[in-house]
């Protein structure tokens, strides 16, 4: 349900000249819509920041920034809101690097705003999940007077789950129309295939007596400017590419458990792989992995120059081979969960 709070007169004394309007948009619904339209009553231009962009499409990030993008002006369009009216700015995910986040929107948001400091945040500080609204102290913050109880997890549950005329009601007709088209897709049965893996998996964990925290390892490998991948065969995230990893067994450590899962996946025969270890770090980011809190230890070994080794992917990976650091760090949009962001820690670390 949505509804509008009464607007207090000062909010509407004058039109800030932009608005800044920060979500994920997975996809948008009739709420996003309402504050939208509140939201360009009281300023001249709105920027929508679409988050979560160039990220591999899973169950909680079905649709790509470009597809949020054209179905929020599709639905203002709708509305009769004219559209040169609203901007764009797309943001990566960073899980691990606050700061990389808040700069990217600030220069998505100043490229539009052309040195302009009259610039308006709008928002509804409604829980953690709300928390960047305090991270731009240089923006007034503007507070939406829509309340609402809907969100787009209810709407992708519904979605995967064919609750279409669940669906139907809670998002506007050009949401639905997409919606609709995006059914007929690839892409939405290999989604739908991984929520029913993924809820399935959760739920046999569910009746532990303590909620259950996973372990895994991970490994970044380099060697003559290429990182080695492996392909996902399995869900979740079939066909992902992904660092060679996987769980830690119980009576192994994590730099074994690490080693042993390099070499099952990929079949690199380095001999004693632990010795060319470099670093190591945690990822422990909570909703890193849809199956449930995980944490993953990942250890970078570098093999130096020369030709790069023969591999020969095991069982659990669909493909092995190595891939030029420029175009691993060039393409987030390949990688499973975090994967990307794993490497880019090493990486960028020189």
Not at 162 to 184: C, H, M, S, T, Y
Not at 189 to 196: D, H, K, N, P, V
Not at 219 to 225: D, F, H, P, Q
Request: with cysteine; charged share 25%.
């Amino acid at each position: 349900m949505t509804h509008r709070q009464p607007t207090q007169p000062e909010s509407r004394s004058r039109k800030r000249t932009f608005g800044v309007y920060i979500g994920r948009f997975e996809p948008p619904h009739a709420a996003h819509l309402e504050v939208m339209l509140e939201a360009l009553s009281q300023v001249q231009k709105l920027i929508v920041v679409i988050g979560s962009a160039r990220a591999a499409r899973n169950v909680k990030n079905p649709f790509t920034a470009e597809e949020r993008q054209a179905v929020i002006v599709e639905l203002l369009r709708e509305a009769g809101v004219k559209v040169s009216r609203v901007l764009f700015v797309h943001v990566r995910d960073y899980y691990y690097n606050e700061s990389l986040w808040l700069s990217e929107v600030q220069r998505g948001v100043a490229g539009h705003t052309h040195g302009s400091s009259d610039v308006a945040l709008i928002g509804h500080l409604k829980d953690e999940s709300s928390y960047y609204l305090r991270s731009f102290p240089a923006w007034e913050f503007l507070p939406t007077h829509v309340v609402s109880d809907l969100s787009a997890t209810e709407v992708r549950r519904a979605y995967f789950e064919d609750d279409l005329e669940r669906v139907q009601k809670i998002v506007p007709p050009a949401v639905w129309k997409f919606l609709e088209g995006f059914r007929r897709t690839g892409d939405f049965a290999a989604l739908q295939a991984e929520y029913r893996y993924v809820q399935d998996y959760r739920a046999a964990w569910a009746s532990t007596p303590y909620p259950v925290v996973f372990v895994t390892t991970d490994a970044v490998v380099i060697r003559s400017g290429h990182v080695l991948v492996v392909r996902r065969a399995e869900h979740p995230g079939r066909g992902r590419l992904a660092m060679p990893g996987g769980f830690l067994n119980l009576k192994e450590t994590l730099l074994a458990s690490c080693v042993r899962e390099v070499v099952e996946e990929t079949g690199l025969q380095i001999s004693d792989l632990a010795a060319y270890q470099r670093s190591q770090a945690v990822f422990d980011y909570p909703a890193r992995s849809l199956r449930g809190r995980t944490v993953s230890h990942a250890f970078q070994f570098d093999l130096g120059i020369g030709q790069l080794p023969v591999l020969r992917p095991g069982s659990d990976a669909a493909d092995a081979f190595w891939l030029p650091l420029s175009e691993a760090l060039a393409a987030p949009e390949l990688f499973f969960e975090d994967h990307h962001a794993i490497m880019e820690h090493f990486l960028m670390r020189g």
